[in-house]
Protein backbone atom coordinates (compact mmCIF):
# COMPACT_ATOMS: atom_id res chain seq x y z
CA UNK A 1 0.00 0.00 0.00
CA UNK A 2 1.39 3.55 -0.83
CA UNK A 3 2.01 5.38 2.25
CA UNK A 4 1.66 9.03 0.39
CA UNK A 5 -2.56 7.86 0.43
CA UNK A 6 -2.12 7.03 3.77
CA UNK A 7 0.14 9.48 5.44
CA UNK A 8 0.61 7.68 9.73
CA UNK A 9 -1.45 8.73 11.81
CA UNK A 10 0.38 9.52 15.32
CA UNK A 11 -1.96 10.77 17.40
CA UNK A 12 -5.54 10.72 18.10
CA UNK A 13 -7.90 13.25 20.47
CA UNK A 14 -10.99 11.83 21.87
CA UNK A 15 -13.32 14.68 23.01
CA UNK A 16 -14.19 13.68 26.25
CA UNK A 17 -18.03 13.94 25.19
CA UNK A 18 -17.63 11.86 22.36
CA UNK A 19 -16.23 9.03 25.08
CA UNK A 20 -19.35 9.90 27.21
CA UNK A 21 -21.75 9.77 24.71
CA UNK A 22 -20.25 6.34 23.18
CA UNK A 23 -20.44 5.23 26.67
CA UNK A 24 -24.26 6.02 26.75
CA UNK A 25 -25.47 4.85 23.22
CA UNK A 26 -23.28 1.47 23.82
CA UNK A 27 -24.86 1.30 27.79
CA UNK A 28 -28.52 1.02 26.17
CA UNK A 29 -27.47 -2.44 24.69
CA UNK A 30 -25.52 -3.22 27.52
CA UNK A 31 -28.32 -2.79 30.02
CA UNK A 32 -29.99 -5.89 27.86
CA UNK A 33 -26.93 -8.13 27.81
CA UNK A 34 -25.84 -7.51 24.41
CA UNK A 35 -22.43 -5.71 22.99
CA UNK A 36 -23.01 -2.09 21.87
CA UNK A 37 -21.27 0.27 19.34
CA UNK A 38 -20.69 3.53 18.22
CA UNK A 39 -18.95 4.80 15.72
CA UNK A 40 -16.12 8.03 15.37
CA UNK A 41 -15.83 10.41 12.68
CA UNK A 42 -13.23 13.15 12.61
CA UNK A 43 -10.74 15.32 10.99
CA UNK A 44 -7.32 14.75 10.19
CA UNK A 45 -4.69 17.01 10.10
CA UNK A 46 -0.81 15.81 9.27
CA UNK A 47 -0.11 13.25 11.81
CA UNK A 48 -3.54 14.01 14.43
CA UNK A 49 -6.92 12.75 14.00
CA UNK A 50 -9.62 14.54 16.06
CA UNK A 51 -12.66 12.54 16.64
CA UNK A 52 -15.99 15.04 15.69
CA UNK A 53 -18.81 13.27 15.33
CA UNK A 54 -20.58 10.15 17.56
CA UNK A 55 -22.42 8.15 14.86
CA UNK A 56 -25.33 6.13 16.69
CA UNK A 57 -26.24 3.00 14.52
CA UNK A 58 -29.90 2.02 14.38
CA UNK A 59 -30.39 0.05 11.02
CA UNK A 60 -32.03 -3.69 10.59
CA UNK A 61 -28.61 -4.84 9.68
CA UNK A 62 -27.09 -3.82 12.77
CA UNK A 63 -26.66 -7.41 14.97
CA UNK A 64 -26.26 -6.45 18.91
CA UNK A 65 -25.63 -10.17 20.65
CA UNK A 66 -24.02 -10.99 24.41
CA UNK A 67 -20.77 -12.19 22.57
CA UNK A 68 -21.29 -10.49 18.62
CA UNK A 69 -22.11 -7.48 16.72
CA UNK A 70 -22.34 -6.54 13.13
CA UNK A 71 -22.48 -3.40 10.84
CA UNK A 72 -23.99 -4.09 7.77
CA UNK A 73 -22.92 -2.82 4.59
CA UNK A 74 -25.79 -0.87 3.99
CA UNK A 75 -25.35 1.42 7.49
CA UNK A 76 -21.74 1.63 6.65
CA UNK A 77 -22.50 3.20 3.08
CA UNK A 78 -24.80 5.19 5.00
CA UNK A 79 -22.40 6.25 7.75
CA UNK A 80 -19.66 6.91 4.60
CA UNK A 81 -22.29 9.19 3.15
CA UNK A 82 -23.11 10.85 6.40
CA UNK A 83 -19.36 11.69 6.74
CA UNK A 84 -19.10 13.03 3.15
CA UNK A 85 -22.02 14.62 4.05
CA UNK A 86 -20.21 16.92 6.99
CA UNK A 87 -16.86 16.63 5.52
CA UNK A 88 -15.54 14.29 7.78
CA UNK A 89 -14.07 11.04 7.65
CA UNK A 90 -14.90 7.50 8.99
CA UNK A 91 -11.49 7.50 11.70
CA UNK A 92 -12.89 4.65 14.22
CA UNK A 93 -15.47 2.47 16.30
CA UNK A 94 -15.83 1.83 19.97
CA UNK A 95 -17.84 -1.37 20.66
CA UNK A 96 -18.49 -3.23 24.01
CA UNK A 97 -17.77 -6.56 25.28
CA UNK A 98 -19.31 -8.23 28.36
CA UNK A 99 -17.65 -8.96 31.58
CA UNK A 100 -15.20 -12.17 31.40
CA UNK A 101 -14.72 -11.53 27.44
CA UNK A 102 -11.48 -9.24 27.66
CA UNK A 103 -11.36 -6.25 25.79
CA UNK A 104 -9.10 -7.96 23.33
CA UNK A 105 -10.50 -7.77 19.23
CA UNK A 106 -11.88 -10.88 19.17
CA UNK A 107 -11.42 -12.75 15.27
CA UNK A 108 -14.85 -10.76 14.10
CA UNK A 109 -13.90 -7.85 15.23
CA UNK A 110 -10.46 -8.10 13.06
CA UNK A 111 -13.12 -8.85 10.18
CA UNK A 112 -14.85 -5.95 10.80
CA UNK A 113 -15.54 -4.19 6.82
CA UNK A 114 -13.10 -1.15 7.57
CA UNK A 115 -9.44 -2.33 7.35
CA UNK A 116 -8.08 1.00 6.29
CA UNK A 117 -4.77 2.37 7.63
CA UNK A 118 -4.94 3.70 11.24
CA UNK A 119 -8.68 3.04 11.84
CA UNK A 120 -9.08 3.23 15.76
CA UNK A 121 -11.00 0.41 17.05
CA UNK A 122 -11.92 0.43 20.79
CA UNK A 123 -12.88 -2.03 23.03
CA UNK A 124 -15.33 -0.82 26.32
CA UNK A 125 -14.81 -3.51 28.87
CA UNK A 126 -18.26 -4.75 31.05
CA UNK A 127 -20.56 -3.77 28.41
CA UNK A 128 -19.86 -0.14 28.52
CA UNK A 129 -22.09 -0.05 32.15
CA UNK A 130 -19.54 1.35 34.58
CA UNK A 131 -20.29 5.00 35.56
CA UNK A 132 -16.68 6.24 34.31
CA UNK A 133 -14.72 4.35 31.50
CA UNK A 134 -11.61 5.86 30.52
CA UNK A 135 -9.38 4.86 27.69
CA UNK A 136 -6.82 2.88 29.27
CA UNK A 137 -9.68 0.27 30.63
CA UNK A 138 -10.55 0.28 26.95
CA UNK A 139 -8.66 -2.45 24.22
CA UNK A 140 -7.15 0.16 21.72
CA UNK A 141 -6.14 -1.19 18.54
CA UNK A 142 -4.74 0.64 15.55
CA UNK A 143 -5.22 -0.32 12.27
CA UNK A 144 -1.69 -0.95 10.88
CA UNK A 145 -0.74 -1.00 6.56
CA UNK A 146 1.98 -3.70 7.19
CA UNK A 147 0.26 -5.70 10.34
CA UNK A 148 -3.18 -5.38 10.66
CA UNK A 149 -5.09 -4.78 13.64
CA UNK A 150 -2.08 -4.40 16.40
CA UNK A 151 -3.64 -3.57 20.16
CA UNK A 152 -1.59 -0.73 21.77
CA UNK A 153 0.05 -0.70 25.18
CA UNK A 154 -0.53 1.42 28.20
CA UNK A 155 2.15 3.44 27.82
CA UNK A 156 1.72 3.76 23.98
CA UNK A 157 -2.15 4.84 25.08
CA UNK A 158 -0.99 7.62 27.00
CA UNK A 159 1.48 8.98 24.38
CA UNK A 160 -0.70 8.73 20.99
CA UNK A 161 -4.60 9.31 22.53
CA UNK A 162 -5.46 12.08 24.18
CA UNK A 163 -8.84 12.69 26.21
CA UNK A 164 -9.76 16.67 25.32
CA UNK A 165 -11.88 19.00 26.38
CA UNK A 166 -11.87 22.05 23.81
CA UNK A 167 -13.70 19.73 20.60
CA UNK A 168 -17.50 20.31 19.67
CA UNK A 169 -18.96 16.60 19.73
CA UNK A 170 -21.68 16.33 17.22
CA UNK A 171 -24.16 12.71 17.62
CA UNK A 172 -25.73 11.52 14.72
CA UNK A 173 -28.08 8.74 14.41
CA UNK A 174 -28.61 6.88 10.85
CA UNK A 175 -30.30 3.99 10.10
CA UNK A 176 -34.17 4.79 11.76
CA UNK A 177 -36.10 1.24 11.47
CA UNK A 178 -39.24 2.13 9.28
CA UNK A 179 -41.81 2.48 11.74
ZN1 LIG B 1 -15.75 -7.32 19.83
Not at 130 to 143: E, M, P, W, Y
Amino acid sequence: MNPKFFPAVDTWRVPREALEASVREMARDGIHGNEGIALWLGTREGGVVTITHVVCVRGQDVVREPAYLSVGSATLNEVGDVAIEHGVTFVGQIHSHGPRFGVDLSPTDRRFGVAVPYFLSLVAPDYALRTHISLDACGVHVFEPANGFRRLGGHEITERLAVVEDTEVTEITVGQPTP
